[in-house]
């Protein structure tokens, strides 16, 4: 498939631009490019073809199930879009006087009454642009109420090893010190180690729960004790919050602050680097020390998108929708028990994962051959060899969204492909085989990436 840049016909335009509506000002000189940007000439059906045939060769939740662990892609309902496409929200501009955007105002402080109410929580922001900006954020509060304590010698952040990768780089962007913990035979934070690693430089704990294995941990209120009596802050990663919103909430069980995925948990768009929301969280004892993060209020459409969620699940579709993420998730690692190794044993929240070391050994089909074989009956890959502490790992999340008959066909998928590794295992080691592109050089594509096209 040929880059637009490849396309282009010198002299071919489309006329697309209407005329100014408001006086015309020059720009300096000085702030003026030396030469014209190298953009491609096209028509408008030129554009129009090229970004259909992107469109038929992308996989997405419109096109079947994408159960990323840890990533919620599940389907966003089309009314929060229509809502965030309202002119009222979209002909606004974050510089007009504030008394001709109540309107705005009143949906930020709709859905932080909510996910307040929800989380347990006293106050939030949404300027976080993404999770991980959340995590950055939360930590500056953390590092923030230490420093006003005085208490400069708290340097360390503690997380567990099967934390997601943003923790521990979230930690370093906000001037900690990570102090990794060791996960117990179940999954859970091993409580003797975490005691062995309090001390006074103990500022924080970073930690997601259910964690990132699909696990709850039953330890959770001892966990966060043990931080507060070192006098640390607990920070609650709310990746996973879809498994338990309305059933229990981060801030009864011992957390201080936390970031939501607004892109996730609360079915705004996800994916394809954004737009995104972290909002971020705190208890009263930290609202002073909300940072300024980036401009103005965040990504205002997903909040709406948020809100619209919300309201259209009500008090009692909230608890619903985390009780069908767990009953999906355990629904097909019961049905899948017998075809794959479980990493861990008994009753999973909303995802999973298993282990294919065992597999492997047997026939040599590692995880990436499954993953990649999926590919051919249309269904996306699971999380691939994360989290780090499960060997050849593949992290299963259904999300609350999918019926039992999708289940049902990719656990079918599933049984049969592992049934491949016995009777044609090289079969699966090209796999895929009817995609538009074939198996790719991964390796090679991280360590040598073409970020920009060349004229030459």
């Avoid at 309090?198 to 259910?210: D, R």
């Avoid at 609202?287 to 948020?306: C, E, H, I």
């Avoid at 040599?364 to 590919?375: H, I, P, Q, T, Y």
Wanted: aromatic residues 8%; charged residues 20%; proline residues 6%.
């Amino acid at each position: 498939m040929k880059l637009l840049f490849e396309k282009s016909v010198e002299g071919r335009y489309q006329d697309i631009i209407p005329n100014c509506d408001v006086p015309e000002t020059e720009i300096p000189q000085n702030l003026r490019r030396k030469n014209s940007p190298r953009l491609p000439q096209l028509s408008e059906i030129d554009i129009s073809r090229h970004y259909t045939e992107l469109a038929k060769r992308t996989h997405g939740v419109n096109d079947g199930m994408y159960p990323l662990g840890s990533c919620t892609m599940k389907y966003n309902p089309k009314i929060n879009d229509e809502m965030a496409a309202l002119p009222g929200f979209t002909k606004i501009h974050p510089l007009q006087p504030e008394e001709t955007v109540k309107g705005a105002w009143e949906v930020m402080d709709t859905l932080e009454n909510y996910l307040c109410e929800i989380t347990g929580m006293d106050k939030m922001t949404f300027q976080p642009s993404a999770g991980a900006h959340g995590e950055y954020t939360g930590l500056l509060m953390i590092k923030s109420y230490h420093l006003a304590k005085g208490n400069k010698e708290k340097n360390e952040i503690i997380v567990p090893d099967s934390a997601h990768g943003t923790n521990p780089a979230s930690c370093t962007m906000a001037g900690f010190k990570t102090v990794t913990v060791p996960s117990d035979s179940q999954g859970c934070v091993d409580l003797e180690a975490l005691r062995a690693a309090v001390n006074e430089h103990t500022a924080g704990l970073m930690l997601t729960n259910p964690n990132t294995v699909g696990i709850f941990d039953k330890n959770i209120l001892e966990i966060t004790k043990i931080i507060h009596d070192a006098g640390g802050l607990n920070y609650y990663d709310g990746a996973n919050l879809n498994a338990i919103m309305g059933q229990v909430r981060p801030g009864d069980m011992g957390f201080d602050v936390i970031h939501l995925n607004l892109h996730k948990t609360f079915s705004t768009p996800h994916g394809g680097g954004g737009p995104g929301a972290g909002a971020v969280g705190c208890k009263n004892l930290l609202a002073d020390f909300f940072p300024k993060v980036r401009s103005f209020n965040g990504n205002f459409g997903v909040v709406v998108r948020a809100l619209c969620y919300v309201l259209t699940l009500g008090a009692e579709g909230v608890p619903e929708t985390s009780a069908n993420a767990v009953l999906n998730a355990n629904y097909m690692r019961v049905m899948l028990k017998d075809t794959m190794d479980m990493a861990f044993d008994g009753i999973c929240m909303h995802e999973f994962v298993a282990s294919l070391t065992k597999l492997k050994s047997e026939t040599g089909v590692s995880a990436l051959d499954v993953a990649k074989a999926m590919l051919d009956y249309g269904i996306h890959p699971p999380t691939m060899y994360f989290p780090l502490i499960v060997d050849e790992a593949l992290m299963f999340e259904p999300t609350e969204t999918e019926s039992k008959e999708t289940m049902d066909q990719v656990i079918q998928a599933l049984k049969e492909i592992i049934g491949k590794t016995k009777t044609d295992p090289e079969y699966l080691h090209g796999a895929p085989h009817t995609t538009v592109v074939r198996r790719l050089d991964e390796v090679k594509a991280a360590r040598e990436p073409k970020l920009r096209y060349s004229f030459e």
